[in-house]
């Protein structure tokens, strides 16, 4: 087919004018917003101060950059523009401030620039680094836990300071006579002081602590809690029945008491009694390191002052384990428990 030369001169004719028209368009103009430091790093602090940084915000654009907000990524931070409005070739300074008291590890937090740059509308700052307590003292707490297989080795405070403080200890009191407490270490910026548990077995729970003086100015004290816990071959949970408290009664008066070899030991029950015989108690059920005894139903105006539940196992040169019951209507009791 023969295509007309007319036809033919007719569309390059109309290609040209579309090229030179296409040639001819400018783009519009954009404003383009750049922070030559996004991410500011302030390394560790202690989390007693605040961070104070200025970020610098250019526009490199060639029409005018408008922030239309400032947002912070969190409550601890707070953020300033110095001008909404930033002309092509200028900048802003965005003025930043994080709280780091209470916080203790690392810590990021970002501060968003909503604008009018089409390529990016929601521009990021960051300021991350980590927290550190100024002066501390680790553990928190100590617990010695004497056992017939155990006796508790001696502990150690340390009491340190990660911001790069010189402070000392100044002096170090104990409150208990169950434990001795003496500085081992006193150096800047780091002390130790060691706790030795008492020889002998203590009877019961006993509560102290020790008070620990330093010369720093925020962190004149510390007051660590000590105590001391023995544990028997078996446990019982809980270690006594009193008749009453609300919040354990059932309608049948019937109680539960859970039985725990020590570390997890096995041990088996080989018999049960109640001393003196006013209310059953039976094994319930049993696990090779735990047992389950059921109690009752108890009539509390038949219950004997004194009474005791006398549980007998097969744990090697181990003693019966007694729990008491009480009650606030018991009786006398005519006969002592043997």
Known sequence: MIIPKRVVWGGVFTWLLYCQSVIGQTPAPHPHLVCDQALFDYGVKPNTVDVDHVFTIRNTGD???VISQVRSGCGCTQAKLSQNTIEPGSNAVLSARLSLRGVIGAKRTSIYLHSNDPGNPVFQCQLSGSAV?????SPAQITFTYSPLTTPAEQHLIVTS???????ITAVESQG???RAAIATNAP????VVVTPATNTPPETLQGMIIISTDHPRFPQFTVPIQSLVAHDINAYPSEITLGDEGHETPDHVRYIILRGFNDQPFNITNVVVIPPSFPARLHSMKPTWAKLKVGPIIPETVITG???????????????????????SRKATTGVK
Do not use: C, E, M, W
């Open 133 to 137: 307590i100024d002066l501390s003292v």
């Open 162 to 168: 990660q911001a790069g403080s010189t402070n000392r």
């Open 307 to 329: 009474a005791i539940i006398r549980i007998y196992t097969d744990t090697p040169g181990s003693a019966p384990l007694d729990i008491p019951v009480k009650s606030p209507v």
């Open 189 to 192: 910026g780091y002390g130790v």
């Open 63 to 65: 029409a005018p950059l």
């Open 177 to 179: 006579a169950f434990f």
